[in-house]
């Protein structure tokens, strides 16, 4: 393969092996003044031209080994973005390096960045800005080969308003007063490890960290970081068991961010610095799979790569399979059973808002002219969990099977990896199980839409009571809602009742009554765990109680995690009473959007982009 | 530690990245003239300066980024050769890359050098060049930071006489006749993984190739390759064996080049090459011990790599222990022990050659000042097997150890490491048996010169044969030797009688009655494996048998291993009869010696280098 559907670069005929960025930020006019260095390898001989992803950049300049260079801006693409074609004035064979040097600004629209206002931030004093690059934002930010394909080191020096701070995916490299400007501060920072160019990231705030073990501090601004640090207290011990599982964390320091409240994700995995949804802040950490999730990345993801994102379920299935490993060791199996359980159920509900003959629903999608930020789900996650799981039952359980991605793991560690060298890799470590592999239905599995051909048994013990307190409300007569007590609940963790709440999400919707009910006796309104509030909210929506819509919107509306945001806007987009209402909501709030957010929900409300017109 | 003793180069103000060699071979005149670009990233702001090694270069021109850069030699060092001092035209700041360019010429006395005459070829007709960079003679072939701290890529372009092959210790990029002189061909190279300079390795000659399994071919001239495909045939066994030890093999390819007789050493662990004396072939495989020691250092040196050469031991040390690991199962546990013990000889050998105070036999010793060259012995790899072993008994034996061994490997893959980091791993593995390591005498084992203070206890189950019979041989008075017979040895392996003139050789010299007794009964003059005429040699002209003495200094000059040619020179040379003639010999064959075998043995023999007067 030589081609990433993604991408305007090729990655056979030149690698870039180091950035070294100078980034300038404006916070006025919401751009950043950009000057990146790419030392690149030429893998053709007479080499001379090269193109490089952008997206919405003003290029001013660019040259190679210090002489300028021609450049061109091909035509904008409707989510690749515009590539960036160089002429260099001399020819380089193959193994040799040149460095290339673009001068360009950001566009305050850079689909990469979110600029908040002071008054969008908890102190309310300074502005704040962050990035989230992956899938093929990067572009957006520095002009750079855009593909999980290619792999480089960076250094970068990033200079801000001295009030604020800077942090990036790397390691921190010091500080220095601007000798230009005695208001503004230069943050350095070293990643010495090469990885791939979404995974660079920034955040520049009125941000605080504290320490939280030997290669850990939390950073938010000043209000959230003795929360943080409380919540995200099992860090170390995360660290440990998944370093046990899956060799040596070569990244240096772990950190967690916590970000505003629009932060698109649960959690990115930066490396060095996990970025991480404020929405994670339960209280009583019990939100903390988010966590080992962006742990396990560590490996399954930033030390192993898919090579394009069609095979995201690479880095996404092993990444929940290590998190789910993690949750064995520090809970129990049947807690990973239990977890396992759920994901299938979030399977199944992304395989339902697609179709399930939709091929983004197939384990290994064809992304020709496909935005991945469109395609994203729970599948490459669930489906490859599931996969992965069966695979375990199969070959022995998961001491056996653990040993495989530990093995998978150190044999791709620094590259890029596609389905097939993955499944190569697993007919030669099992190889005196390949007649157990070949009855796998890899076809079902990789390449068709729809839930997977095999679903594996899962153990019960924990949901079983969620299950039954789910099957109870589901079958009760108006005359049995006496039945239900305060006390039924009592002994159900937060976990167990997000399950409760996913299961009943799972039906028909419960009569008003039943709803009403529930709240009296539940009080699930107190609920301020975001996962049990969520669902519980589309399922006052669904059962058409009115009250529940303005909390519905209003949670759609002070935080942006895509995965509570989008399903709620369409949850009350349903109830065809407030479609418009929600519809103006979120016209009146897109300008404060991250606009990737605002994008995908624009494309669920049937909202046109430009004018706010419905489609 | 920010400086290496061996090297002008400091590896804290900036390091290599990555080399892009072009070199052009000059047989006429016996240089190589060469243009090599390298990717040097700043580690420090305001960079503007740099050193690089070199040795007996003519330095023509240096750039950087294209721009010509002032340069200046500094003074000629008697071992380290002779700083290149470099002034940027610009400044560059940390983290920021610079490609500088230097064309050069290599002296056609290079250290790294032995360029041939056809006559001393096998093929009588074509010239021939090779290289040995360990440890510090690559300056003296390319300049660059010429220090195991360091590890980059590399490409090269080699242009050769058309009737010649070269080969490099990389993966082969293909070739094409020269564009200029179609009387010549560029053969091109790709090391993509970082490798320290000592590892570049070059070979051109009138070379052919045979396939020996999946991802190993033999080379040689076309006299030796069948042979040597005989003799290596084990090696993707070796490499199978050496994965499932150690990790997996990063490399690529696993080629073996059988050298012209004057190849200094038994092997050389170059990158997808591994380069072998032409004594290993002997027939029957019974020398391939040095295979699985070179196999062993794709982990153990070139993946994991001391970080000067005062650490040497963690090179050599761990790829004995994987070596003798290989051994275990590839033969059987006894056949390690019986390894083992023949290695404490060893050790005792080198100690009372450099003498038992020498703080060269340190483990550990300080190479300021120290040519590497003459610091060279058993020392590293026999001192630090029995250290290793040693733990290994503590902790609680092979298994166990070998634990520690794959964990050190996969957590130091990529990077150069010193004792004291060897040593910190080694506690934090075994944090649960600290109390057993403390009572380890780390300072005696590390920094005291001499013996190791413990004596490991080896199973002596295969030794047992050779030391009976050495003892009789030893006890036995002129008229007990009529009761040695051809039988003695029937049952012995070319290993046990090797270990068997081991043996002698450690005790006072036998009368000469005895050796030839020896001869008559034994047919020993009749053994051509290398490690048991070197033996039988050693003792027969130790017993001041006259008729060994030509036999001897032929085997000395017609091989150039150093490990037999100075240790028979010095048995003659000890033979005060014969001292002259050895001497004149050595000054007669020196021209067409190899430099550093010339230059050792002059030392050994106290010749001066430039006029042959005694010192
Ligand atoms: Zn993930
Ligand atoms: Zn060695």
Redesign the interface.
């Known amino acids: 393969m030589s081609s990433d559907p993604c991408s305007f670069c090729s990655f056979t005929r030149c690698v870039t092996?180091?950035l070294?960025l100078n980034l300038h930020l404006d916070f006025d006019r919401r751009v950043i003044r950009g000057k990146v260095?790419l030392?690149v390898?030429a893998l053709e001989d007479r080499f001379s031209a090269l193109t490089l992803d952008t997206r919405d950049l003003k290029i001013v300049s660019v040259s190679a080994?210090?002489?300028p260079a021609c450049f061109n801006l091909g035509p904008k693409h409707s989510f690749k973005g515009t590539p960036l074609d160089i002429s260099l004035p001399f020819d380089i064979?193959?193994?040799?390096?040149?460095?290339m040097e673009v001068t360009y600004e950001t566009s305050p629209s850079a689909s990469a960045l979110q600029w908040l206002t002071p008054e969008q931030t908890a102190g309310k004093k300074h502005p704040y800005l962050f990035s989230q690059c992956q899938a093929h934002h990067c572009r957006s930010m520095v002009p750079c080969q855009d593909s999980p394909s290619i792999k480089h080191t960076?250094?970068?020096?990033v200079n801000v308003p001295k009030d604020l701070v800077a942090v990036m995916s790397a390691m921190r490299?010091g500080q220095e007063v601007d000798p230009q400007d005695n208001n503004r501060i230069i943050y350095?920072f070293?990643q010495p490890v090469p990885m791939p160019s979404y995974l660079i990231a920034i955040v520049v705030g009125a941000l605080e960290s504290r320490e939280i073990g030997p290669r850990s501090r939390v950073w938010s601004e000043k209000e959230f970081v003795d929360k943080a640090a409380f919540e995200f207290s099992e860090t170390e011990t995360m660290l440990k068991t998944a370093e046990d599982l899956a060799?040596?964390y070569v990244w240096g320091q772990y950190d967690i961010l916590v970000l505003p409240p629009s932060f698109p994700y649960g959690g990115m995995e930066n490396p060095c610095l996990t970025f991480a949804t404020p929405t994670l802040l339960a209280g009583d950490k019990s939100l903390s799979n988010v966590i080992a999730h962006e742990i396990s990345h560590s490996w399954t993801g930033n030390l192993v790569t898919n090579k394009t994102w069609e095979h995201f379920w690479l880095n996404e299935g092993h990444t929940v399979y290590l998190e789910r490993m993690i949750s064995r060791c520090m809970e129990s199996e049947q807690f990973r059973q239990f977890k396992a359980m759920g994901g299938w159920k979030d399977l199944q509900d992304s395989v339902n808002t697609f179709g399930a003959n939709n091929p983004l629903t197939n384990l290994v999608p064809s992304l020709q002219d496909v935005d991945p930020d469109d395609a994203f789900s729970s599948v490459p996650y669930e489906k490859g969990f599931a996969l992965l799981y069966h695979l375990e039952e199969l070959m022995g359980g998961p001491e056996v099977f653990m040993g495989f991605v530990k093995s998978y793991i150190?044999?791709f560690a620094?590259s890029s990896v596609t389905t097939e060298e993955w499944k190569n890799y697993l007919f030669t470590y099992f190889k005196d199980k390949v007649d157990v592999l070949n009855k796998v239905d890899w076809n079902a599995w990789m390449f068709t839409p729809g839930m997977p051909p095999v679903k594996p048994q899962y153990d019960s013990t924990l949901a079983d009571a969620c299950i039954t307190l789910s099957q109870k409300w589901i079958k009760a007569k108006e005359q049995d809602l006496s039945s239900f007590k305060e006390s039924d609940v009592k002994m159900l963790s937060s976990h167990q009742l997000t399950e409760f709440l996913s299961l009943l999400l799972q039906e028909n919707p419960l009569p008003l009554t039943h709803v009403k009910k529930m709240q009296e006796v539940y009080d699930l309104n107190a609920r301020t765990n975001s996962e049990i509030r969520f669902r519980w909210l589309r399922l006052c929506v669904r059962s058409r109680w009115e009250e529940s819509v303005p909390l519905a919107l209003k949670m759609a509306t002070e935080q942006g995690r895509m995965k509570f945001t989008r399903p709620l806007f369409r949850e009350v987009v349903n109830f065809e009473k407030y479609r418009d209402q929600a519809v103006q909501l979120f016209l009146a709030h897109r300008a404060g959007m991250h606009p990737v957010t605002a994008g995908l929900i624009a494309k669920d409300l049937k909202v046109n982009t430009s004018d706010g017109t419905s489609q």
Chains 1, 2 share one sequence.
Request: proline share 4%.
């Open positions: 092996k180091h070294n260095a030392t390898e080994n210090g002489q064979s193959r193994g040799q390096h040149v460095i960076y250094y970068a020096q490299d350095k070293r060799g040596p150190q044999l620094y």
